[in-house]
């Protein structure tokens, strides 16, 4: 059984800087391509950021371009999101995902799995 559960979450003040990460059981994180999505109440789950599996290959989303980066650790089994420079508009309930296809897409339907979620809140 497939397992995602984040971790990391909190308030934090604008300009400043926050980790989340995603441990899995049940599928190795190398061999999917993991995701990072968000949603902000009232709002469309958000694309921000993706790692192909092998590869390690990372995409990030528009909107956090140059302040987010994702990275995995293949021995602990984790995905994680450093994001830097944050702005209240991060404020989200940010998600961790897993899809088992081969083209990496920032379409949250095509993702198989997901974690329960972790609340960002930035304070201004």
């Known amino acids: 059984q497939v397992h995602l559960a984040e971790s990391g979450g909190g308030l934090v003040q604008a300009g400043d800087s926050l980790s989340v990460s995603c441990v899995a059981s049940?599928?190795?994180?190398?061999?999917?391509?993991m995701g990072w999505f968000r949603q902000a109440p009232g709002k469309e789950r958000e694309f921000v950021a993706a790692?192909?599996?092998?590869?390690?290959?990372?995409y990030i989303g528009d909107s956090v371009l140059g302040r987010f980066t994702i990275s995995r650790d293949n021995v602990k089994n984790t995905v994680s999101l450093q994001m830097n420079s944050l702005k209240p508009e991060d404020t989200a309930v940010y998600y961790c995902?897993?899809?088992?296809?081969?083209?990496?897409?920032?379409?949250?339907?095509?993702?198989?799995?997901w974690g329960q979620g972790t609340q960002v809140t930035v304070s201004s």
């Open positions: 049940g599928l190795t994180v190398s061999r999917y391509i």
């Open positions: 995902a897993a899809d088992d296809g081969v083209v990496l897409s920032r379409n949250p339907s095509v993702y198989d799995y």
């Open positions: 790692i192909r599996r092998s590869s390690g290959i990372a």
